[in-house]
């Protein structure tokens, strides 16, 4: 059976030299310097988390990846195999985000989840609901649409993360029935589809937080978790590792 893995996303923050204090006294904090952790970086800074993680079990996570080649006339993209070139383990793909803001869609999301395996990636592949869809009762149809995408990479070593739109940076956290309902969703779907739900861990995200991360934590069915604002500072996101 695996660990539970914690990832934090820093989205688009961060700065060279406060990004050197954190990391620094997250690599002396005993609960979040281990194996089973990561912070997801944006890209300038991907480096600078390679070389103060070197020789740590700490993992170097992207937040995106380029759907199309490896390498050539794209302007702007970074690549998977770029990725994988300056040590980076995980990489998300289909945030809510970038599903609103930048129209990332089935078809896109598929060929980025190809491009990471091919390039030795493990994608951290992200749904999750809005509040429109939950309320008007249709988050289990809409959760199985996004993981149809996981179609593309059958067989391949994946992280699913359920991330109900309504509870990312919003601090409305699920409850702990939404997050274990959801879940057993997930892992059965990919049961059917995949036939190897024991080795895919679910990760819940969404204003997961130090005085609530042992409750959701302890779930069965929740493989680890994604957290955002709680991975910006060190306190907090240690208690969240230990939890794990
Ligand atoms: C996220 O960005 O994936 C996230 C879960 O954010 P937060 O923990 O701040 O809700």
């Known amino acids: 059976m695996q660990g539970k893995l914690v990832l934090g996303n820093w989205k688009m923050n961060g700065?060279?030299?406060?990004?050197?204090?954190?990391?620094?006294?997250?690599?002396?904090d005993e609960d979040i310097n281990r194996a089973g952790v990561g912070i997801a970086a944006p890209y300038p800074y991907l480096a600078q988390l390679g070389a103060v993680?070197?020789?740590?079990?700490?993992?170097?996570?992207?937040?995106?990846?380029?759907?199309?080649?490896?390498?050539?006339?794209?302007?702007?993209?970074?690549?998977a195999a770029m990725l994988s070139d300056i040590g980076c383990r995980y990489v998300l793909i289909g945030h809510s985000e970038r599903r609103q803001y930048f129209a990332e869609d089935d078809a896109c999301l598929r060929l980025k989840l190809q491009a990471a395996v091919a390039a030795g990636l493990v994608p951290v592949y992200c749904v999750g609901e809005t509040l429109e869809e939950r309320e008007s009762g249709r988050f289990a149809e809409v959760?199985?649409?996004?993981l149809k995408a996981l179609d593309a990479i059958a067989g391949q070593g994946y992280v699913v993360a359920y991330e109900p739109v309504w509870a990312i940076g919003t601090g409305r956290v699920a409850s702990i029935e939404q997050i274990d309902e959801a879940h057993q969703l997930i892992l059965g779907r990919v049961l059917q589809c995949h036939g190897a739900s024991a080795s895919i861990r679910v990760l819940y995200g969404g204003s997961v937080k130090a005085d609530n991360a042992d409750a959701i934590l302890s779930l069965a069915s929740v493989g680890g978790a994604l957290v955002g604002g709680a991975s910006l500072e060190v306190k907090g996101f240690g208690k969240i590792c230990q939890s794990a």
């Open 15 to 28: 700065r060279h030299a406060a990004n050197l204090a954190l990391l620094q006294a997250m690599l002396a």
């Open 53 to 79: 993680f070197a020789g740590s079990q700490l993992a170097v996570a992207a937040q995106d990846v380029s759907r199309y080649a490896a390498d050539g006339a794209f302007t702007g993209e970074v690549s």
């Open 143 to 146: 959760v199985g649409e996004q």
